[in-house]
């Protein structure tokens, strides 16, 4: 009898450990109240990675997505309309982000989502929202293709979903935008390109080696990391070897991080480059801060702090308290969010007062134009941003700061 | 410049590791016949219990304080948590279908994952360790950073003590004695099931101080560590031959030689462009586990099965 009580406390330790992994997936049901003075709910969905290694970027989406949203509600922005935040994590994980698509369709009172954050995500989620017709917005996916199909780079450029909106400009431009800033501003000539196979990295690594080698740099090396893992140490002494005078990292800030620093602690004199997912200061702590000093990374858009249009944004931000910075997306994540309201805004008055249909809220979000946190929002016929402003930022005194905007001139 | 001593270097400092890590699986396996997919979420627990000491410490303790009663730490809460789970997860199941154990051990692996995650602060994204001040050493060709120092000297301490420990202690032979036959064992006079709980807490003590190494090594620990590292450090024990603690050791440091210099070379040989690079090192590494086996099944080390412990 013993064995069989012990039996059962083994079964309930197993049982416990799926439950506990079903509370990694628990919704999220933060957001605003529902509407209770006889307004209609609209929801707006929100997917971002709010747990693991990218959820320092993923809350900051979440937050100002939040803000918006009780922006719109405080100022009744939408006649007879209430809006409420529903969030769901996908660690960002393709396979959780199209469970979290599934389940925003299914929701009727979903006008519009906002995110995700990877670019490997949106992919596949895009064609889930397409069939039923409900608008995205992602404040930060950056791969061309997206938007402009498989076959953008030769110049083929094809919409596949037309339900498909971003607000950060493309690694079409960031990846060219860098590759500038290196050769002419830095003076680097030799580059070992490293990337993490995913449909971000690569892609951007593969747009800075482009124009990089157009411009008369050499590429001494290439390299694809398992970002799963966290040793480089391999890699690093290829590096060192190499004699290159600068690295491109096309991938994210989790294996970036101890990726720059393995690379330093192996005697490479380079200086580390990379896109806006290294853009955070979670890549200055992994990197350690004194390792990282000099790096690059590129992002979208112009420093938020520095534009006009986002002083209402900042204070508001900071009269909401919320425990995580806004980071390298919250001001894309406003606008996405702003956008939705806007086109179920245009929506709403083009269908006498009453709720459009979804597909209604697609067609109107192809017309938004507004000024946002970011600079004036629209979107051109692949529904990328017209916004075309990047900004190179350097790690000075163990920080991001920003050193130089523009625009890409090809 | 040539860089293979460096590499070679990389290589055995990564294997070292798995190689600590691999003793729990090898141990407990040549004793219970119990793979314990537990281990590697038991390496990250230490980790984190290392962590935890050096948070608690006060601001400024000099890391050569701090480091000894880390690596306590790590042990501590790593041994506590394995003896604990042989007593109440796996003990309740032993002469019942081997299925079943080896059910638990991945359910097991999947909470003390998620319970970390849960309920340590801020471990939803990585935490940052510390790190041993000063700047790496430079030997001719080949240079070691100060973190790996640790994983240098301890790797071979802890493999002497355990080589000592089986082959001297009579609790040791206690060991190799169950390991053979655990009812004859039983009837000459031997606790196994003390055995049992020492073996789990030896492999969970090794751990602990991989995941210390770990920590120095790379500057941050978090709660997914233990997965890849676990299962690396489970193929390293069947390279060496199961159940072979030597074999555990020289199954690591081959698996990770084999890893570092197919990153670094294969993509050089002509016509494998496409499958070279660090993303393809662990394809390689599981190519060499099958050729290894297809060629001798019992593993690099496993032929003296009267030596298993």
Partial sequence: MRNRSLLILTTAVTAGALTLTACGSRDDKGGAENGDNGNVTVTIGLDAPL?????????????????????????????????????????AQPSSGQQNATKFVADKSVLGVVGPLNSGVAESMQKVFDDAKLVQVSPANT????????????GDKKRGYKSYFRTATTDAIQGPFAAQYVFKDAKKTKAFIIDDKKTYG????????????????????????????????????????SGADVVYYGGEYPAGGPLAKQIKAAGAKVTVVGGDAIFSPEYVKLASPASAEGDFATSVGAPIESLASAKEFLANYKAENYKE???????????????????VKKAVEGNGGKLPERAKVVEAMQGVSFEGVTGSVAFDEFGDTTNKQLTVYKVTGGAFKPVKSGTFGG | MNELPQQLVNGLLLGSMYGLVAVGYTMVYGIVQLINFAHGEIFMTGGFGALTVWLILPGGTSLWVALPLMIIGAVLVATTIAVGAERFAYRPLRGGPRLAPLITAIGLSLALQQAVWAWYPEAKSARTFPQIPGGPIELGPVTIQTGDVFLLIAAPICMGFLAFFVMRTRTG???????????TAKLMG?????????????????????????????????????????????????????????????????????????????????GMQQLGGQSWADVWAFVLLIVVLLARPQGLLGERVADRA
Avoid: C
Wanted: proline share 2%; aromatic share 10%.
């Fill in chain 2, 173 to 183: 032979r206690g060991m190799q004695a169950t390991a053979q036959d655990p009812d």
């Fill in chain 1, 51 to 91: 747990t693991g290694e990218l959820s320092a970027l993923g809350l900051g989406i979440k937050n100002s997505a939040d803000l918006a949203v009780k922006t719109a509600n405080k100022k009744a922005y939408v006649k007879g309309v209430t809006f409420k935040l529903e969030s769901l994590d996908d660690q």
């Fill in chain 2, 190 to 270: 031997v606790n196994t099931d003390r055995i049992i709980t020492i073996a789990f807490a030896l492999g969970a003590a090794f751990a602990a101080v991989g995941a210390v190494a770990y920590g120095l090594k790379y500057g941050v620990v978090d709660y997914k560590m233990g997965f890849l590292l676990g299962l690396k450090a489970f193929t390293a024990a069947v390279l060496g031959g199961i159940g072979n603690i030597y074999g555990a050791m020289i199954g690591g440091v081959v698996l990770g030689i084999a890893e570092t210099l197919a990153t670094a070379y294969i993509a050089h040989i002509p």
């Fill in chain 1, 143 to 154: 791969n061309p293709a997206l938007s402009q199909g498989p076959n953008w780079a030769s």
């Fill in chain 1, 325 to 343: 910075a806004y980071e390298a997306y919250g001001g894309y994540a406003y606008d996405s969010t702003w956008a939705i309201i806007e086109a």
């Fill in chain 1, 202 to 241: 690569a892609g951007l690594a593969g747009t800075f080696k482009g124009e990089f080698e157009k411009l008369g740099g050499k590429v001494v090396g290439t390299q694809h990391i398992n970002p799963d893992t966290k040793d480089f140490s391999a890699v690093a002494t290829q590096v060192k070897s």
